[in-house]
């Protein structure tokens, strides 16, 4: 990648990692924590605290990504790190179940991810635009890997409302970074929002309808792994990071020139393909492993080379095929897909939780899903063509 490139890339890299530090860091002790506050006593409004963000992304994804084509691709995210940050205040000095829950919508209304992968998009050439991809799924991923080691004892010190109130501060850091230091926005075609294009593009949706399942995949595996983490490896909540860091450190040491190969060879969606049966391998393996720690393990390490390398190539492809002057359009309904998968994700992991329930044998019919038109998707032509 260019100097420039790689400013673009970094820069957002980490504005993604300062916007999810606080988000990821809570999630230890937000429900011991939501359910103290007054209104607290009702199950459902807890839940419903800690899943109205993502509704909340799913719903302004498309309108911000169309606002991006517009008026440009950062003062949407500025506008965008603004709002999060009051959303986060607001959470953060609430004292009632009613308030957290405003406060965790507003957050979610500052939805910037159609608007960064569309700037990433911008600013990048075909060839490298996966790794850049894969750059910024890399950094969300070191900022969830270390929020965990780093939230229990910042819950105990500051309290989950402190963090909050924080990852407001955290987000004008990041507004700084968007400013100072990415590099201006390239010049491209803007015009008045256009979504039809988008909606009648059948590659665009099978590219969608993969990140649906991608993440409600992830969500839903989440809600399985600590419990048999614990119980096979004897890792307890807090002590789950050792397997998380190795094993996101080891698949990108695999994935990272597995995405060089691919750009450099136009055979981004060949790979994608190959991903697509190591996940539903990943998950075979991690339904073997529910009682067998040597399955699991691997299971995990398949299925997280698998993830990055999806993470990665799936906006990539989504930008590639969009049209130019409704990228952000497009990049807003493949993230509303995103956080469907995920509220989806949230609902079939609790159906395959329990002592009783089926566990990763029912999370693997997503992948096998996936597989059954994954393989369709058209051969992009040659970047040098696009």
């Not at 179940?97 to 608007?115: M, Y």
């Not at 050792?242 to 040491?253: A, D, F, N």
């Amino acid at each position: 990648m260019t100097s420039t490139e790689w400013r673009t890339t970094l820069g957002l890299s980490a504005v993604y990692a300062l916007r999810m530090f606080g988000l990821f860091m809570v999630l230890p002790a937000f429900a011991p924590f939501a359910a103290r506050m007054e209104g607290g006593e009702l199950a459902l409004l807890v839940g419903l605290a800690l899943g109205v963000y993502g509704l909340t992304q799913a719903v302004c994804q498309i309108p911000f990504g169309m606002a991006s084509d517009r008026f440009g691709r950062k003062p949407v995210i500025v506008a965008g790190m603004l709002i999060f940050a009051a959303g986060s205040w607001l959470a953060g000095s609430s004292e009632t179940i009613a308030g957290l829950i405003a406060g965790r919508a507003l957050q979610g209304a500052g939805a910037i991810s159609a608007a960064v992968s569309a700037l990433v998009a911008d600013s990048t050439r075909p060839q490298v635009r996966t790794m850049a991809m894969a750059i910024l799924g890399a950094g969300m991923g070191a900022s969830f890997v270390v929020a965990l080691v780093a939230g229990p004892p910042v819950a105990g010190w500051i309290g989950v409302d402190g963090i909050l109130t924080a990852a407001g501060w955290l987000s004008l850091v990041a507004v700084a970074v968007v400013i100072w230091v990415v590099p201006p926005a390239p010049q491209v075609e803007t015009a008045s929002a256009r979504l039809g294009p988008v909606l009648r593009n059948t590659e665009l949706w099978q590219l969608n309808a993969g990140i649906f399942l991608l993440h409600a995949l992830l969500t839903a595996s989440f809600m399985l792994f600590p419990e048999r983490f614990e119980r096979l490896l004897a890792l307890d909540l807090a002590g789950q990071w050792k397997l998380y860091l190795p094993v996101m450190l080891l698949s990108l040491v695999v994935v990272l020139p597995a995405i060089r190969w691919a750009d450099l060879n136009n055979r981004v969606r060949e790979l994608l393909v190959v991903a697509v049966f190591g996940l539903l391998g990943a998950s075979i393996l991690l339904a073997l492993g529910e009682s067998a720690a040597p399955l699991l393990l691997a299971g995990v390490l398949l299925y997280f080379m698998a993830f990055n390398y999806l993470e990665g190539a799936l906006p990539s492809l989504v930008s590639r095929r969009a049209p130019e002057a409704s990228r952000g359009a497009a990049m807003g309904l493949y993230a509303t897909s995103q956080f469907l998968g995920a509220f989806c994700g949230g609902l079939l992991g609790g159906l395959a939780s329990g002592a009783d329930a089926p566990g990763f044998w029912l999370l693997a019919a997503l992948p096998l899903l996936w597989c059954t038109f994954a393989y369709r998707l058209p051969r992009e032509r040659s970047p040098a063509t696009i």
